[in-house]
């Protein structure tokens, strides 16, 4: 009966270190995931920086070398530049001239409520 005992004491005292080490080994690994805590906008930056980088590769193997790659990048760019440049410009003066109305409506209620 003593050394079935013993073996269970162990057994159990075993059981407990291992409960207590894979409590320590959880707890490390939640301290240290807390620790590395990313931002998540700056995280979005590195993303789209790696996939342009690998864009940028990709050209460059097609094209055969890097300074045929750039120049695709910087043809395509000034293209898409050109074609948004109108739009912007268009879109300033659409919402200058919102603006505008909004503020003379409210000049003119003004007027209306004081008069």
Known sequence: MVGGRLKEESTSAEAVER?????AYERGRRDERASRKRHPVLMT??????????????LA???????????VVDK???????????VVRDAASDAGDTL????????????????
Do not use: H, M, W, Y
């Open 76 to 86: 395509n760019l000034n293209v898409a530049a050109n074609k948004a440049e109108p």
């Open 19 to 23: 409960a207590d080490l894979r409590e």
């Open 45 to 58: 930056f590195t993303f789209v920086a790696a996939i342009v980088g690998v864009v940028l590769l990709a």
């Open 100 to 115: 505008r109305d909004a503020g003379n409506q409210v000049r003119d209620k003004a007027n209306d409520t004081a008069g």
């Open 61 to 71: 193997a097609v094209n055969g070398s890097f300074t045929s790659a750039g120049g």
